[in-house]
């Protein structure tokens, strides 16, 4: 089935060899030498923890080479499982941190998606996801290097990281300006913190897309208004929430609630390599778990296009091809 995934990090989507070999390349610690040292580290005992192995991860790209090569092999691994559209947040705090040239972070990233369309025909685009730990200034200071980067095809303006004690309404102006220089906005919300947070960023930032989002259930009339309301996507990522410890067992995820709420909703794989997952592996759980039958999944793929940031003919023009290929698939399959 053709897929698009809307809530990937490239820093997260790094394979394991390649980790190892851009750490020794680089000089950068990592606490790990060989493969097996990876899995472990790629063990999390709460949300926090896993946001450290996140960092550590992210420090590892240094060059524009490494950009472009993690970028490749990400779009390359997308394209395998037949996702033709994805938007690739990278968390611009981590790197500006270490004085990095965003013209080389973002040519190479532009250079390993142009190179993985050209051989496998998907579109990548990057976005920005601000870690809301770090400063309101850094955050417009990011905003001011997202809008740079709309010239290498940046879409997006996000916040991440520890929504906990980080909610989202301080960052009004800083949404209020990725607006106005024509990016589009989501949040990470709902994830860690309650149905507030998810308030807050629609309310207060004016995001079209929330991350995660399953902790809105907690407020049914904040549910049933924007079910009612349909123009808030929720890109949800079962198993990150699994391995990050936020939901206890995955039967205790609330995917079929918040689909039979009415919410859009899109599956995703968050940090796949960090999670040992794929966006196909989430539509199967969706099946396999959570009893999605063959319209409901046919829904959810369609959801990732109407959620996503692109301009309205090609959004008409892929909505059309995949309904086509959907309907030949069930053709061909019976189903
Ligand atoms: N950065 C990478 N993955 C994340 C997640 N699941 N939540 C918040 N920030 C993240
Ligand atoms: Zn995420």
Do not use: W
């Not at 941190?97 to 190179?115: H, K, P, S, T």
């Not at 918040?258 to 859009?264: N, S, T, V, Y």
């Not at 040992?276 to 296009?305: G, P, R």
Request: proline share 4%.
């Amino acid at each position: 089935m053709p897929k698009a995934e809307l809530h990937i990090h490239l820093e997260g989507s790094i394979h394991p060899h390649t980790l190892l070999e851009l750490a020794t390349k680089n000089g950068t610690a990592l606490n790990a030498r060989d493969l097996a040292g990876v899995e472990r580290l790629f063990r999390y005992d709460s949300f926090l923890g896993f946001l450290d192995v996140y960092r550590a991860c992210a420090r590892c790209l240094i060059q524009g080479e490494d950009f472009e090569r993690v970028a490749y092999e990400m779009a390359v691994d997308l394209a395998e499982q037949n996702v033709r559209y994805a938007e690739v947040m990278l968390s611009p705090a981590q790197h500006m941190q270490r004085n990095m040239d965003f013209d080389e972070i973002l040519g190479g990233v532009a250079a390993g998606f142009a190179r993985a369309h050209a051989e496998r025909g998907i579109v990548c685009k990057p976005a920005f996801d601000f870690g809301r730990q770090f400063s309101l200034q850094e955050a417009l200071r990011a905003v001011e290097l997202a809008q740079d980067g709309m010239r290498y095809g940046v879409v997006a303006f996000s916040i991440g990281g520890d929504e906990a004690n980080y909610p989202p309404e301080p960052f009004v102006e800083v949404f209020a300006v990725a607006k106005a220089v024509g990016l589009h906005v989501m949040a990470h919300a709902g994830e860690v913190a309650g149905a507030n947070s998810v308030r807050g960023a629609i309310e207060m930032l004016g995001v079209d897309r929330i991350g995660h989002g399953f902790r809105v259930l907690e407020d049914p009339e904040l549910t049933q208004i924007l079910a009612r309301r349909g123009d808030i996507t929720f890109d949800v990522c079962p198993t990150s929430n699994l391995l990050t410890g936020v939901i206890p067992l995955i039967s205790a995820h609330p995917l079929r609630q918040m689909f039979d709420a009415g919410l859009p909703i899109t599956l995703n794989s968050d940090d796949p390599t960090l999670f040992n997952t794929t966006l196909t592996n989430e539509f199967m759980l969706a099946a396999e778990h959570f009893n999605f039958n063959v319209d409901e999944i046919c829904k959810v793929a369609l959801q990732s296009i109407r959620g996503a940031f692109m301009p309205a003919a090609e959004r008409a023009a892929l909505l059309s091809s995949f309904k086509h290929e959907q309907a030949a698939l069930r053709e061909e399959l019976g189903i």
